[in-house]
Nanobody
């Protein structure tokens, strides 16, 4: 059974930090580009960050660039999102997802709002709330 399980969400004050983790099982994790996306209010899913299968290439949305860092550990089958300098507008549900190999990484960036079906595998999400 394929699973992606996120953890690490919670309540944090503006300017604070959280580290999200995502544990993968049931598929060849090291072969997939991995993504973090988040729920856009009243809309679809907003792309946040991408990491390639080897972990050496990363991309970030302008809204999080310089504040968030994506990383992965293929031996542990985990992907992480370190979130610093958090803002109230970062409040939402965050999901990790494995990329569909039919779509290029650039496609995910350029598509705009995403849907769960755009990905090969999809987690259940973890809530992040940034509030004083």
């Amino acid at each position: 059974e394929v699973q992606l399980v996120e953890s690490g969400g919670g309540l944090v004050q503006p300017g604070g930090s959280l580290r999200l983790s995502c544990t993968a099982s049931g598929f060849t994790f090291s072969s997939y580009w991995m993504y973090w996306v988040r729920q856009a209010p009243g809309k679809g899913l907003e792309w946040v960050s991408t990491i390639n299968s080897g972990g050496g290439t990363t991309f970030y949305a302008d809204s999080v660039k310089g504040r968030f860092t994506i990383s992965r550990d293929n031996a542990k089958k985990m992907v992480y999102l370190q979130m610093n300098s958090l803002k109230p507008e970062d409040t939402t549900i965050y999901y990790c997802a494995a990329g569909n190999t039919d779509f290029s990484p650039a496609w995910y960036v350029q598509r705009g709002l995403l849907r769960p079906g755009d990905f090969a595998y999809w987690g259940q999400g973890t809530q992040v709330t940034v509030s004083s």
